[in-house]
T-cell receptor, first 114, second 112 residues
Framework: KAGVTQTPRYLIKTRGQQVTLSCSPISGHRSVSWYQQTPGQGLQFLFEYFSETQRNKGNFPGRFSGRQFSNSRSEMNVSTLELGDSALYLC?????????????FGPGTRLTVL | GENVEQHPSTLSVQEGDSAVIKCTYSDSASNYFPWYKQELGKGPQLIIDIRSNVGEKKDQRIAVTLNKTAKHFSLHITETQPEDSAVYFCAYKDSSASKIIFGSGTRLSIRP
């Protein structure tokens, strides 16, 4: 069974641009969560999608958004990029949203904002 | 509030010795506690988890203990090997949502 895949793996953008990151969950998984990882803030929850609906959202500005498609694939978008948005963006998938389900992470997309 | 404290931030042990990482969480209603290992250039990998209905779980050289009363949980790695070198994160699943709250991580180094 293939794991969680994320594309692209690396991305360089400049301030003010926007970016779209993609995540394909493990086959059969319907929940996709996104996290931002930085040296200073650690791993922080961005949002979670289940059956094409955003179920939860972390404390990030509205520049961060996402969506999920009917095949459970998910994208996240960051508009008007700032230097502080440089981070590793991780996607995690799970069977559903229940409290007990394990989340499996992809390799991440390394975003650098210049 | 959402918080999990993880100690120590760095840990160096001799190969073959044991390593222990400890965490304290704030959400008393939480019932799922995973541990992740992250190697350089990779995403976090789930290595073991424990649910609130048990106090201890073991998988080969790795064990996790949970004290719900004290809101403490710990990771124990025995007979450490060079490939155990990585950053380890404790976490819990927020009881009101499906998000995972992560600790700040422990960088474990195994000395040959």
């Amino acid at each position: 069974k293939a794991g969680v895949t994320q594309t692209p793996r690396y991305l360089i953008k400049t301030r003010g641009q926007q970016v779209t990151l993609s995540c394909s969950p493990i086959s059969g998984h319907r929940s996709v969560s996104w996290y931002q990882q930085t040296p200073g803030q650690g791993l922080q929850f961005l949002f979670e999608y289940f059956s094409e609906t955003q179920r939860n959202k972390g404390n990030f500005p509205g520049r961060f958004s996402g969506r999920q498609f009917s095949n459970s694939r998910s994208e996240m978008n960051v508009s008007t990029l700032e230097l502080g948005d440089s981070a590793l963006y991780l996607c995690a998938s799970s069977m559903d949203s229940s409290s007990y389900n394990e989340q499996f992470f992809g390799p991440g997309t390394r975003l650098t904002v210049l | 509030g959402e918080n999990v404290e993880q100690h120590p931030s760095t840990l160096s042990v001799q190969e073959g010795d044991s390593a222990v990482i400890k965490c304290t969480y704030s959400d008393s209603a939480s019932n799922y506690f995973p541990w992740y290992k992250q190697e350089l250039g990779k995403g976090p990998q789930l290595i073991i988890d424990i649910r609130s209905n048990v106090g201890e779980k073991k998988d080969q050289r790795i064990a996790v203990t949970l004290n719900k009363t004290a809101k403490h949980f710990s990771l124990h790695i025995t007979e450490t090997q060079p490939e155990d070198s990585a950053v380890y994160f404790c976490a819990y699943k927020d009881s009101s949502a499906s998000k995972i709250i992560f600790g700040s991580g422990t960088r474990l180094s195994i000395r040959p």
